[in-house]
């Protein structure tokens, strides 16, 4: 049996065509996650699971009264949490705690956890 041979211009030309297509398709993804993101709803104060977690849009307004509040500290806020999701400098960001709702950067909520 032969076997086919790839000639080196072969070889060069289907990578010329592969690698513009993949960097198409890489940056179209990539599009269309910012455009879904953005289309989100931001999670509503009155969510069940943001009341359950003392979800705030300002941390500055954290309950410190409240048990569930203990850990908290004024440095803490979505934008630094291991949770959120998103471009960084964004006002409202996607979090994996409230999956298919926007959090405010500058809000809160019991689960936060310090980016690293």
């Not at 993949?22 to 953005?38: K, T």
């Not at 806020?77 to 999701?85: D, E, G, P, T, V």
């Not at 979090?95 to 500058?106: D, E, N, T, Y």
């Amino acid at each position: 049996m032969n076997k086919p041979e790839v000639s080196r211009r072969r070889f060069l030309a289907q990578v010329a065509i592969a690698v513009p297509a993949g960097a198409a398709l890489l940056d179209a993804a990539v599009n269309r996650a910012v455009a879904e993101d953005a289309a989100l709803p931001k999670l509503e104060l009155t969510d069940p699971s943001a009341k359950a977690l003392l979800y705030v849009e300002d941390a500055s307004k954290v309950d410190t009264k409240n048990p569930l509040a203990a850990r908290f500290t004024p440095d803490q806020h979505c934008a630094n949490c291991s949770q959120i999701q998103g471009k960084d400098g964004d006002a409202w960001r996607p979090c994996a705690i409230f999956p298919g709702k926007l959090v405010a950067s500058k809000g809160w909520c019991s689960v936060w956890a310090k980016k690293v």
